[in-house]
């Protein structure tokens, strides 16, 4: 079956930075979308930062995180990575990494909390 493992959240200081983590089971990120999104405390939800395998991939932020935050991924771990940096209040969420399924569908973790404080 297939699993996403979100880690790496925690609370953090106001300009500092975090890394998550997300482990793929039963399937593999590999010559396939993936990305980051995230909802914050109300129900702001938003797509953070997307990768797409094609042509040796590409990657694309929302720019409320652009600059600050890296997208990158491990294919010999199965391991989709978010780099923060310089964190601010707003960006305060849980943060749910995904893999593109079949047609529109898409595989998630179960979150990862971030909360930054000043």
């Known amino acids: 079956q297939v699993q996403l493992m979100e880690s790496g959240g925690g609370l953090v200081q106001a300009g500092g930075s975090l890394r998550l983590s997300c482990v793929a089971s039963?399937?593999?990120?590999?010559?396939?979308?993936m990305g980051w999104y995230r909802q914050a405390p109300g129900g702001s939800r938003e797509l953070v930062a997307r990768?797409?395998?094609?042509?040796?991939?590409?990657?694309n932020y929302a720019d409320s995180v652009k600059g600050r935050f890296t997208i990158s991924r491990d294919n010999a771990k199965n391991t989709l990575y978010l780099q923060m940096n310089s964190l601010k209040l707003e960006d305060t969420a849980t943060y749910y990494c995904?893999?593109?399924?079949?047609?529109?569908?898409?595989?998630w973790g179960q979150g990862t909390q971030v909360t930054v404080s000043s």
């Open positions: 990768m797409t395998s094609s042509g040796g991939g590409s990657t």
């Open positions: 039963g399937i593999s990120f590999l010559s396939n979308r």
């Open positions: 995904y893999r593109g399924g079949p047609g529109m569908s898409a595989y």
